[in-house]
């Protein structure tokens, strides 16, 4: 089994960190395409996610195909455990997932609460493909001007994202990764307008 070494899942998070910081931002996780041992059908990036961010303090959902297994797997490695998808502190939607999961992910998955607002729930979301095509205009906090972006994802998850962060500082933050090891990150803060 892969364990990542410490000193590169920092530079991982570092990425993570920038993603969140900067909305629309792409960055590339690609020291570690190809780079697990395992056969779980995730990508790479998503397989270091769960390393980087599942511990004993934190609990999980996984979305996908062989969910279960896999599920048990990432307990293992990490200490942290399944729970519910409403209850889940992270949530992976693996690419192999039913069509129409991630909009109920959105749905279904905690916002926080006003005096806690960080108890949401973070959503890893494996997609297609993400490029920085004018599809997307985003603005908001950490976006000089705007950014724009595109993400090739079957289901329509804009107005899903959108009505569970109304109620600013409440909501959620997505975190997309793509087979490329593309790396693109929406906090609840940022403002997606369509252009097409």
Same mark, same amino acid.
């Given at each position: 089994?892969?364990?990542?070494?410490?000193?590169?899942?920092?530079?991982?998070?570092?990425?993570?960190?920038?993603?969140?910081?900067?909305?629309?931002?792409?960055?590339?996780?690609?020291?570690?395409?190809?780079?697990?041992?395992?056969?779980?059908?995730?990508?790479?990036?998503?397989?270091?996610?769960?390393?980087?961010?599942?511990?004993?303090?934190?609990? /999980?959902?996984?979305?996908?195909?062989?969910?279960?297994?896999?599920?048990?797997?990432?307990?293992?490695?990490?200490?942290?455990?399944?729970?519910?998808?409403?209850?889940?502190?992270?949530? /992976?939607?693996?690419?192999?997932?039913?069509?129409?999961?991630?909009?109920?992910?959105?749905?279904?998955?905690?916002?926080?609460?006003?005096?806690?607002?960080?108890?949401?729930?973070?959503?890893?979301?494996?997609?297609?493909?993400?490029?920085?095509?004018?599809?997307?205009?985003?603005?908001?906090?950490?976006?000089?001007?705007?950014? /724009?972006?595109?993400?090739?994802?079957?289901?329509?998850?804009?107005?899903?994202?959108?009505?569970?962060?109304?109620?600013?500082?409440?909501?959620?933050?997505?975190?997309?990764?793509?087979?490329?090891?593309?790396?693109?990150?929406?906090?609840?803060?940022?403002?997606?307008?369509?252009?097409?």
């Amino acid at each position: 089994m892969t364990i990542y070494d410490p000193h590169a899942v920092q530079k991982a998070y570092r990425k993570l960190i920038d993603s969140l910081s900067k909305p629309g931002t792409i960055n590339i996780l690609d020291e570690f395409r190809d780079s697990k041992d395992i056969k779980i059908p995730c990508n790479d990036s998503t397989y270091l996610f769960m390393q980087m961010l599942l511990d004993t303090e934190v609990t /999980f959902h996984i979305l996908g195909q062989n969910s279960e297994t896999i599920s048990k797997y990432v307990s293992q490695i990490t200490y942290a455990k399944s729970a519910p998808l409403h209850e889940a502190d992270f949530i /992976f939607l693996l690419q192999n997932r039913e069509a129409g999961q991630l909009v109920n992910a959105i749905e279904q998955c905690k916002s926080g609460e006003l005096i806690n607002p960080h108890q949401s729930a973070t959503l890893i979301v494996e997609v297609e493909k993400i490029s920085k095509e004018e599809k997307y205009q985003l603005k908001g906090p950490g976006i000089e001007t705007v950014q /724009f972006m595109n993400i090739y994802e079957k289901d329509n998850w804009i107005e899903a994202r959108a009505q569970k962060n109304i109620n600013y500082p409440i909501g959620i933050d997505i975190y997309f990764l793509d087979p490329e090891a593309r790396l693109l990150a929406l906090p609840r803060t940022t403002i997606i307008d369509g252009l097409t």
